[in-house]
């Protein structure tokens, strides 16, 4: 089986190797991934994708593109030849695309369809206190995330596993279901399942306003939305006019010996930070100051000396 696997980021990697790993049961004639760009600073150098990096390992040849809807990328894919096309965590394709492929095109997503529909499902999950998540295949069809699934795997989630630990569990789920995937396609014995649109849910990209924290919020909400933001792109809010990322935290069981603030006010009790919300306080353990590197709040607090008892997050 001739395969056109595309995928950009470290989640598509365990697939993609899965796949290699089969022999010769699947042949990947192609690896789609995003041009080299600086990927750890603005204005560092380009660096290729986790996913090129492990087509070279495995000697794969790769094509790079960012404009997935040139005629050129088109003719690309056509001339491969390919049976299937496996998309993890790529672009969204046009229909002169996926539909080159003789028997389809299907994508690993990263939540249990309909549920989170959209770029970023294990975020979202997580920030809505989901104890459950998983993975879906499905066939591409031209409204995204819409496509009739193949298989699907659930799995528990942690109370305090944050987007980075889960994004790394499952894209290890998603590389089995992926396989199993292609060898019922193989085998012309898979089973599709319409979407029940009235149980879809939107996962929508993630920005500088929707990431910001809201102090006002009870402290298991901001819990889950510092834990579903960890560690990148990061729960954000000011501190004395600069942006701070906050990347662990823990609720307060048992609650410091003060009365209750205004939701965002700090408080620094036997060598702990915590913030108070809209029920209580929260301890932070993990951030970072603007123009400072990442530490623990046990560091930060080294260098805190702040006289102000009404000092806030904005």
């Given at each position: 089986?001739?395969?056109?696997?595309?995928?950009?980021?470290?989640?598509?990697?365990?697939?993609?190797?899965?796949?290699?790993?089969?022999?010769?049961?699947?042949?990947?004639?192609?690896?789609?991934?995003?041009?080299?760009?600086?990927?750890?600073?603005?204005?560092?150098?380009?660096?290729?994708?986790?996913?090129?990096?492990?087509?070279?390992?495995?000697?794969?040849p790769v094509y790079e593109t960012d404009?997935?809807?040139?005629?050129?990328?088109?003719?690309?894919?056509?001339?491969?030849?390919?049976?299937?096309?496996?998309?993890?965590?790529?672009?969204?394709?046009?229909?002169?695309?996926?539909?080159?492929?003789?028997?389809?095109?299907?994508?690993?997503?990263?939540?249990?369809?309909?549920?989170?529909?959209?770029?970023?499902?294990?975020?979202?999950?997580?920030?809505?206190?989901?104890?459950?998540?998983?993975?879906?295949?499905?066939?591409?069809?031209?409204?995204?995330?819409?496509?009739?699934?193949?298989?699907?795997?659930?799995?528990?989630?942690?109370?305090?596993e944050n987007a980075t630990e889960l994004?790394?569990?499952?894209?290890?789920?998603?590389?089995?279901?992926?396989?199993?995937?292609?060898?019922?396609?193989?085998?012309?014995?898979?089973?599709?399942?319409?979407?029940?649109?009235?149980?879809?849910?939107?996962?929508?990209?993630?920005?500088?306003?929707?990431?910001?924290?809201?102090?006002?919020?009870?402290?298991?909400?901001?819990?889950?939305?510092?834990?579903?933001?960890?560690?990148?792109?990061?729960?954000?809010?000011?501190?004395?006019?600069?942006?701070?990322?906050?990347?662990?935290?823990?609720?307060?069981?048992?609650?410091?010996?003060?009365?209750?603030?205004?939701?965002?006010?700090?408080?620094?009790?036997?060598?702990?930070?915590?913030?108070?919300?809209?029920?209580?306080?929260?301890?932070?353990?993990?951030?970072?100051?603007?123009?400072?590197?990442?530490?623990?709040?046990?560091?930060?607090?080294?260098?805190?000396?702040?006289?102000?008892?009404?000092?806030?997050?904005?």
């Amino acid at each position: 089986m001739r395969i056109i696997f595309m995928g950009t980021p470290e989640f598509a990697v365990p697939s993609l190797q899965a796949i290699a790993a089969e022999g010769s049961a699947f042949e990947v004639v192609l690896v789609v991934t995003g041009a080299d760009k600086p990927r750890r600073k603005k204005n560092s150098d380009p660096e290729p994708s986790p996913v090129k990096q492990a087509a070279l390992l495995l000697g794969l040849p790769v094509y790079e593109t960012d404009d997935v809807k040139s005629p050129e990328f088109a003719a690309v894919v056509a001339a491969e030849r390919a049976d299937v096309i496996v998309v993890a965590a790529f672009r969204i394709l046009p229909p002169a695309v996926y539909e080159a492929a003789r028997l389809g095109a299907f994508n690993l997503h990263a939540s249990l369809l309909p549920a989170y529909r959209g770029a970023a499902p294990i975020n979202w999950a997580l920030v809505n206190g989901d104890t459950t998540s998983g993975v879906t295949t499905f066939f591409l069809q031209k409204r995204v995330d819409t496509g009739s699934i193949i298989l699907r795997e659930t799995t528990e989630v942690g109370p305090d596993e944050n987007a980075t630990e889960l994004a790394g569990r499952l894209s290890e789920i998603g590389a089995r279901v992926v396989v199993d995937t292609l060898h019922r396609i193989a085998a012309g014995s898979v089973e599709v399942l319409g979407q029940d649109e009235s149980l879809a849910s939107k996962a929508p990209k993630l920005d500088r306003d929707n990431t910001r924290l809201n102090w006002a919020q009870p402290v298991a909400a901001l819990h889950n939305f510092i834990r579903g933001l960890a560690l990148k792109p990061a729960a954000w809010t000011t501190f004395e006019g600069k942006t701070m990322k906050i990347f662990r935290s823990a609720p307060v069981v048992h609650p410091p010996e003060h009365h209750s603030a205004p939701a965002g006010t700090i408080l620094v009790d036997r060598g702990r930070l915590y913030a108070s919300g809209s029920d209580g306080w929260i301890e932070l353990l993990s951030l970072q100051l603007e123009g400072r590197k990442p530490m623990e709040a046990t560091e930060f607090l080294r260098g805190f000396r702040h006289e102000n008892e009404s000092l806030k997050f904005v």
